[in-house]
């Protein structure tokens, strides 16, 4: 039994520590350091810049994309921007047309037959020159400010990648959107402090992020999250990756639950292919990229295990102890808060911190669902774009 207890409290301590003890120890370490300070300034000669971005289906939300691209305090006669369409069937191809005649500094790329987003971001990049290329997708919203900071940093050899600070506009109480969007806001301090102590920020935001071209390297084919590779393979050459605050974009995120529980199902996919992948980037075990890889990322892949784990195990428990007969209806009751949450949902009751367990149960079983479609075999990275809202 002492195996059992010890498999028990070992489970949920590596739950606590990915979502709790480990952003508490960034914090502390971080302290009062800043991140990196060789930068460009802006009556510098600043490098170009070639974005990069593939579209199916966007007439929703292009237009919106290319003017707060353009609308920036960049010098435009430095920016070029690429964009593939996948085989897009509606007005997207019209609406770039139209912009092309407005900005010259935009190309169009159209491929027949659906590709999937990293084969065409490989051959946008084949199609484009600059020094450095910013990622980003067709709901991200740049403010005039995001381009020149996520290049500002290039100044220093030793940066090779640098994230965005994603800000959600949208926070309706009768979905997800709050709760996902204090997911983020979380996620980004976390990756701005990793990059501060370590230069090993754990992947960049894929909706927005510059890289150095001499840096980038092709996702493996058919890995669902080509910009998490992208983004840590750096590692591998010594470089240094951070997230910069100040470089705010505001991205169009479902408030739909379902729609999101897909987004992560494929995002949990290419979690473990990455996780395969990169797992050269875990030794040594003593660095700070090992450490930030481990705790705030493949611990809480591997959460579903832990929480599955820990309540079968406690079953087996409940004859040793009182303790574990409260651990027990714990569990189940945290279990049964999504399924309270959904039938107060129909009748228009919602209580955030029923929504912020429901989030987080949920968004574990599509990691869950993930795993299983990863080991089944994965047959193809095509996407589909989620619902959006604007």
């Not at 290329?133 to 995001?146: G, H, I, K, M």
Request: net charge neutral.
């Amino acid at each position: 039994m002492i195996i059992l207890q010890i498999i028990f409290w070992l489970c949920w301590f590596l739950v606590v520590h990915s979502y709790v003890l480990f952003p508490l120890i960034l914090s502390v370490l971080t302290g009062k350091k800043k991140n990196n300070t060789l930068v460009f300034s802006r009556s510098e000669d600043l490098p170009h810049v070639d974005i990069l971005l593939a579209v199916y289906n966007e007439q929703v939300v292009i237009d919106k994309k290319i003017q707060s691209t353009f609308e920036t305090n960049y010098p435009l006669d430095k920016i070029h921007f690429y964009i593939g369409s996948d085989n897009s069937t509606d007005n997207t191809n019209a609406i770039i047309e139209r912009y092309k005649i407005q900005y010259p500094q935009l190309s169009l790329t159209v491929f027949a037959g659906r590709t999937g987003k990293p084969t065409i971001i490989n051959q946008l990049v084949e199609n484009s020159s600059s020094p450095i290329l910013v990622l980003t997708d067709a709901n991200v919203f740049f403010q005039p400010e995001t381009i020149y900071e996520l290049v500002k940093h290039y100044k220093n050899e030793e940066i090779a990648v640098v994230g965005g600070n994603l800000i959600n506009n949208h926070h309706s109480k009768e979905g997800i959107a709050v709760q996902e969007n204090e997911y983020i806001k979380r996620e980004n301090l976390i990756k701005y402090q990793e990059g501060v102590l370590w230069g090993a920020m754990i992947g960049a935001f894929g909706g927005c992020f510059s890289i150095r071209r001499e840096e980038y390297q092709p996702a493996p084919k058919n890995h669902n999250v080509d910009d998490f590779f992208i983004s840590m393979s750096i590692y591998k050459h010594g470089k240094k990756a951070i997230n910069e605050l100040n470089a705010v974009y505001y991205e169009d995120i479902t408030d739909k639950i379902q729609e999101e529980f897909r987004r992560k199902v494929r995002i949990s996919i290419g979690n473990f292919q990455n996780l395969a992948s990169l797992r050269s980037l875990l030794w040594p075990l003593t660095s700070g990229l090992a450490f930030s890889f481990i705790s705030h990322k493949i611990l809480r892949w591997l959460a579903p295990v832990f929480i599955i784990t820990a309540l079968l195990v406690n079953l087996f428990l409940l004859s040793v102890h009182d303790l574990y007969l409260v651990t027990w209806i714990g569990q189940l009751t945290l279990l049964l808060i999504p399924l309270v949450d959904h039938l107060f949902k129909k009748v228009n009751v919602h209580i955030s911190l029923f929504r912020f367990i429901s989030h987080f149960y949920v968004m574990n079983l599509a990691l869950l669902m993930g795993l299983v479609n990863y080991m089944t075999g994965v047959k193809t990275n095509i996407w589909k774009p989620t619902e959006r809202n604007t």
